[in-house]
T-cell receptor, first 113, second 110 residues
Framework: KAGVTQTPRYLIKTRGQQVTLSCSPI?????VSWYQQTPGQGLQFLFEYFSETQRNKGNFPGRFSGRQFSNSRSEMNVSTLELGDSALYLC????????????FGQGTRLTVV | QKEVEQNSGPLSVPEGAIASLNCTYSDRGSQSFFWYRQYSGKSPELIMF????GDKEDGRFTAQLNKASQYVSLLIRDSQPSDSATYLCAVYTGGFKTIFGAGTRLFVKA
């Protein structure tokens, strides 16, 4: 069974640009959550999607957005990039509700210069 | 106050010893509790989950939950150098949101 796939693995962007990250969950998993990981801050919850609906959102500015498609694949978008957006972005999928095991992708390392 | 708090460490223990990792959480309505392990440069992977008060054992790992004290811990018996990693405590607070602590770095000395 294929795991969670995130693309691209690495990105370098310039301040002010926008970026789109992709996540394909494990087959049969309908819930996708996104996290931002930075040294010292741990994993910060961005948002969670289930059946194309955003069910919860973390405390991030509106520059961070996401969506989920009918095949459960999800994308997150960050507009007007800032230096502080440099981080590892992790996607996690689980079968249904958030009270079950989450399986993480390898992450996308975003560097904003 | 952070929603999920962990001591950042590093926690250093000799090989064969018991490593004790602790976590506190702020939301009394939290329902499910998880411990993930993250090796450097890798993604988190689940070690254990616990839903009810008390202890849950799985091999060398024991998770302990005390909802009254809003405290969850992970014990690693017979620690091995391969256990050296960052351990993340995660709490499902309901509302389709799982909150992670910042993690505790564990170093097991051979």
């Amino acid at each position: 069974k294929a795991g969670v796939t995130q693309t691209p693995r690495y990105l370098i962007k310039t301040r002010g640009q926008q970026v789109t990250l992709s996540c394909s969950p494990i087959s049969g998993h309908r819930s996708v959550s996104w996290y931002q990981q930075t040294p010292g801050q741990g994993l910060q919850f961005l948002f969670e999607y289930f059946s194309e609906t955003q069910r919860n959102k973390g405390n991030f500015p509106g520059r961070f957005s996401g969506r989920q498609f009918s095949n459960s694949r999800s994308e997150m978008n960050v507009s007007t990039l800032e230096l502080g957006d440099s981080a590892l972005y992790l996607c996690a999928s689980c079968v249904g509700r958030g009270n079950t095991e989450a399986f993480f992708g390898q992450g996308t390392r975003l560097t904003v210069v | 106050q952070k929603e999920v708090e962990q001591n950042s460490g590093p926690l250093s223990v000799p090989e064969g010893a018991i490593a004790s990792l602790n976590c506190t959480y702020s939301d009394r309505g939290s329902q499910s509790f998880f411990w993930y392990r993250q090796y450097s440069g890798k993604s988190p992977e689940l070690i254990m989950f616990i839903y009810s008060n008390g202890d849950k054992e799985d091999g060398r790992f024991t998770a302990q939950l005390n909802k009254a004290s809003q405290y969850v811990s992970l014990l690693i018996r017979d620690s091995q150098p391969s256990d050296s990693a960052t351990y993340l405590c995660a709490v499902y607070t309901g509302g389709f949101k799982t909150i992670f602590g910042a993690g505790t770095r564990l170093f097991v000395k051979a």
